[in-house]
Antibody, heavy 120, light 110 residues
Framework: QITLKESGPTLVKPTQTLTLTCTFSGFSLTTSAVGVGWIRQPPGKALEWLALIYGDDDKRQSPSLRGRLTITKDTSKNQVVLTMTNMDPVDTATYYC????????????WGQGTLVTVSA | QSALTQPPSASGSPGQSVTISCTGTNSDIGGYKYVSWYQQHPGKAPKLLIYEVTKRPSGVPDRFSGSKSGNTASLTVSGLQAEDEADYYCNSYAGSNNLIFGGGTKLTVL
């Protein structure tokens, strides 16, 4: 059974760096056939894809946020970490961690999501 | 890359069929077979309904079906049920390692 859970701060100040951790179980992120992605959703708004990392360390990022995002994995801990720099109030959103089979570019398992608020 | 275009709302009575469209360009929907659809109930995480345009994950009722014509993908919900009332999002690969979502459609079961 595949499960994913996001963790991190619920409140960050503008200009700070956000670090979110996805801890997963039920699969191993050690092959190119499996990926973990991040997707966010501002309150009342649509979903937005952020980044994706595969087991062979192949990384993909949203062009609109390139330069602000870093995605890494720790296979020994079954974790994927997303960092986003220079946070702004418009980055207030629920951030979801997802499982993504390669090369389908879809998300078949989702974490419960974590709400991050950016405010001074 | 702009978001894919979905109608903000759709509706139908129980038992009817409803189709939700998702319009892109030949650089995303029209250029690849990687279109997926998600259902999201209020306060819940999205759920995968359709992937690779027409494929259904195990456990998803066959009342949900996907298709594509040119730059437009569609999700059809047949035999509408009360529990189908939710927000629906499409997603497509857009080349250059980019993925884009639609703006979402709120489906109301009358």
């Amino acid at each position: 059974q595949i499960t994913l859970k996001e963790s991190g701060p619920t409140l960050v100040k503008p200009t700070q760096t956000l670090t979110l951790t996805c801890t997963f179980s039920g699969f191993s992120l050690t092959t190119s056939a499996v990926g973990v992605g991040w997707i966010r959703q501002p309150p009342g708004k649509a979903l937005e894809w952020l980044a994706l990392i595969y087991g062979d360390d192949d990384k993909r990022q949203s062009p609109s946020l390139r330069g602000r995002l870093t995605i890494t994995k720790d296979t020994s801990k079954n974790q994927v970490v997303l960092t986003m720099t220079n946070m702004d109030p418009v980055d207030t959103a629920t951030y979801y961690c997802t499982h993504s089979p390669y090369p389908g570019f879809y998300f078949d398992y989702w974490g419960q999501g974590t709400l991050v608020t950016v405010s001074a | 890359q702009s978001a894919l275009t979905q109608p903000p709302s759709a509706s139908g009575s129980p038992g009817q069929s409803v189709t939700i469209s998702c319009t892109g360009t030949n650089s995303d929907i029209g250029g690849y077979k990687y279109v997926s659809w998600y259902q999201q109930h209020p306060g819940k995480a999205p759920k995968l309904l359709i992937y690779e345009v027409t494929k259904r994950p195990s456990g998803v009722p066959d009342r949900f079906s996907g298709s594509k014509s040119g730059n437009t993908a569609s999700l059809t919900v047949s035999g509408l049920q009360a529990e189908d009332e939710a927000d629906y999002y499409c997603n497509s690969y857009a080349g250059s390692n980019n993925l884009i979502f639609g703006g979402g459609t709120k489906l109301t079961v009358l």
